[in-house]
């Protein structure tokens, strides 16, 4: 049961929202369609510090910043 991000197409809010099975998603402020976000994810490196995924570069869908703060 994974948590999809998502943005709506009507209002262009941000959210995330659990998924189960092939259950439909629409904007919970709006009611309006969605399209899915390109998550990214970090993790803590032996040394303390926090790495995005991207290894430098974010593969979050909402920005294009090398070091997005938003994703850690």
Do not use: W
């Not at 959210?15 to 976000?37: D, R």
């Amino acid at each position: 049961m994974p948590i999809y991000e998502y943005r709506c197409e009507t209002c262009n809010d941000d959210f995330e929202t659990l998924v189960i099975g092939s259950q439909e998603v629409s904007c919970p402020k709006c009611g309006g369609p969605v399209h899915k976000l390109m998550s990214c994810c970090s993790f803590k490196s032996a040394g303390g510090d926090f790495k995005t995924s991207g290894g430098g570069k974010s593969s979050c869908g909402s920005c294009s910043s090398a070091s997005c703060a938003s994703c850690h």
